[in-house]
């Protein structure tokens, strides 16, 4: 079993020390020719053996389809009606992260080669095989720790991203959409018609800013609202602050989701409480056009938002004004500073900073907001010379896209867009974070 | 003299203001409450105060008629499963990313911060499809599996800030004295972080119970449906036919939830910012 075969495995490595013609090139050219055949000639039976049985179950079982994968994904088919397109796409990027994995593990083992046998060379004695198995299990650690997670993130997020970006450059749509018909690759195209044809233009445009007039005003509201409670309540003047505080909160206690269909039944426009109760009483009228003027139901969703986004921000901030030394406001007493210079100087820092990542992220929130826009009027009501509604945001047209229209590549295109911006918002956070300060050590 | 009443009239000013936020809470929660207890189903005929109290939306709700029960308990096996599953697979990750150095380990976080910043939105057709070639649309299965992929990016980085902050000395001490990595893990850096994993564990199991986009994706019959997508086609049907009972069905949700949130909040709170901010 083991045990001889190490022994024999350690007397044959100290006599190759000795003579020290071990050669790390032969090791390389070895392994890149076979895997494992480089760990063979180190004598490192075991691990070679590993290797040796690992690409031949690939090339055995692997190769033929990951063939078929990429064969698919050039070409996307070639008979109507028997080649299946996009299921070619997916098995063709599913291949891909296949080969991407085989070359990390090809990779490691010609490395593997090269340092084991310029070890062997400067006179390096082998352990025992027990050795060998816990310093691999040393290495191996940390990729054991991440790989169940990796592994479900590679099929759940990033080969559905790869995904959508791939069919952002096809033709995929309602049309000439599979087993029927077959998907080709148009390269740009969509990309052109989307600033070139003037329905598109126009749509994107309109839908566009309104989705950074959404995310600004909303959010920014939110914010502002949630400072302002959280410094009255903060306020020593004020009494019952438990009590005040856990209702102020109650928004965020009550499920978004709930909430938001409620609203979209209070500002109904013919029985909604909002007009029934509240605006016609006060004002006369027949009430506002809550649902079917985008004007007014642009207002009624960033109000909405506002009710369901202070308490969260009311929370946080309350958190860090009580963690401000009282030396600051009593140093600015002495100074005579006034009430708004406080403010100021003191208080708003030291608020923003302990916060700002947290605020970002807010941001970027509400940039993907589909929930309020779908649940509230399905990002209505329509737009005369538009395929987007007049409340719809970036995201939620994409959903009408893929789901009432079925033009995927159209959407796949605007999905790459608001990638594009929301790694602008990841590009901050990366600036601001200390995570990557602290090193991992061990 | 003059100072005093001009603090007077500011702090009358600000529970003016707390008691008009109160009143925009409190509003559309008590006419939501008072709209289920109507006995019709129209919105049109119902009225914040009922004018003919009944209980008739909440027999419905647990009647045979209704799956209201059953979604109920799907809800709860897809947040339940979700909420232990992230916390293992995220203290994994996370243990992984705070201690050791390995290969990838910085592009891994470059990736973590940018993948948690896309919606899941952008990856439903791959996953529509995906889960269709592969036999688990309309399947709790896999809608689990979904969630407990895309939790991993932002909670692992959320835990993994955490992590940070508890001293290394511990470790190497443990170390010293012959604890395995596994070790570690398990007696020192679990009990420590328990905090954060408390929020890992109710945000996902918060997370699921009141997701609509996914769910009403993936699952597509009736016997499957979570709550937020069974309550939806309530209203979604027939608008306002069904809204009172509707407004019944969330209620009987919304509360045990809120009672758990509002019970919960301080640490939630501390633990969104030890990791967000610190981390």
Known sequence: ?442 | MNQKKKSRIEVAAMYLVLTAVAVAIFYPLVWTIGISFNQGNSLYSSSIIPENFSLDHYKWLFSSESDYLLWYKNSLIVSGVTAVGSVIFTSLVAYAFSRYQFVGRKNGLYIFLLLQMFPVMMAMVALYIFLNMIGLLDTLTGLILIYLGGQIPFNAWLVKGYFDTIPRELDQAARIDGAGHLRVFWSIMLPLAKPILAVVALFNFMMPLFDFLLPSIVLSSADNYTLAVGLYNFINDQFANNFTRFAAGSILVAVPIAAVYLYLQRYLISGLTAGGTKG
């Open chain 1, 1 to 442: 079993m083991a045990l001889p075969d190490y022994q024999q495995e350690d007397n044959k490595d100290t006599r190759g020390s000795k003579k020290k013609k071990h050669s790390p090139a032969l090791a390389v050219c070895l392994s890149i020719l076979f895997a494992g055949l480089g760990q063979l000639y180190n004598r490192r039976y075991v691990k070679g053996i590993c290797f040796l049985i690992i690409e031949a179950a690939f090339l055995a079982t692997m190769l033929q389809s990951i063939n078929y994968g990429l064969w698919g994904l050039r070409t996307l088919g070639t008979i109507p009606g028997t080649d299946h397109s996009i299921r070619l796409l997916v098995f063709g990027v599913l291949s891909l992260i296949g080969v991407f994995f085989a070359l990390a593990l090809y990779i490691a083992n010609v490395l593997d080669a090269r340092n084991q046998a310029r070890k062997i060379q400067n006179g390096w004695k082998p352990s025992s095989f027990r050795d060998a198995i816990s310093s691999f299990y040393e290495y191996a650690f940390p990729y054991l720790m991440t790989f169940p997670g990796l592994l479900l993130m590679v099929f759940v997020v990033i080969f559905p991203l790869l995904f959508s970006v791939l069919l952002a450059f096809t033709n995929y749509n309602l049309y000439n959409s599979p087993p029927r018909n077959l998907v080709d690759w148009v390269g740009f195209d969509n990309f052109v018609n989307l600033v070139t044809v003037p329905l598109w233009q126009d749509t994107f445009l309109s839908v566009f800013s309104w989705t950074i007039v959404w995310t600004v005003v909303a959010t920014t509201l939110q914010i502002a609202l949630g400072l302002f409670l959280a410094l009255i309540v903060n306020d020593p003047r004020i009494k019952f602050k438990k009590l005040i505080r856990t209702v102020l909160i109650l928004p965020w206690a009550v499920p978004a989701f709930v909430t938001i269909l409620i609203f979209s039944a209070m500002f109904n426009d013919d029985f909604g409480a909002i007009n029934r109760d509240i605006i016609i009483p006060l004002l006369g009228g027949g009430g506002l056009p809550w649902l079917s003027d985008p004007f007014y139901a642009r207002i009624a969703i960033i109000l909405i938002q506002t009710w369901l986004g202070f308490p969260f921000i009311f929370a946080l901030f309350t958190g860090v004004l009580q963690s401000i030394s009282k030396d600051w406001y009593e140093a600015a007493d002495v100074d005579g500073g006034s009430r708004l210079q406080k403010f100021r100087h003191i208080t708003l820092p030291h608020v923003m900073f302990a916060t700002a990542p947290l605020l970002i992220m807010q941001y970027a929130q509400n940039f993907n907001n589909f929930n309020i826009i779908y649940l509230f009027n399905e990002g209505g009501p329509p737009v005369r010379g538009q395929n987007a509604g007049g409340t719809d945001i970036l995201i939620s047209w994409v959903y009408k896209l893929t789901f009432d229209t079925n033009n995927y590549s159209m959407a796949a295109v605007i999905s790459i867009i608001m990638g594009v911006i929301v790694s602008c918002f990841a590009f901050y956070q990366f600036r601001k974070t200390r995570s990557f300060k602290e090193e991992g050590e061990i």
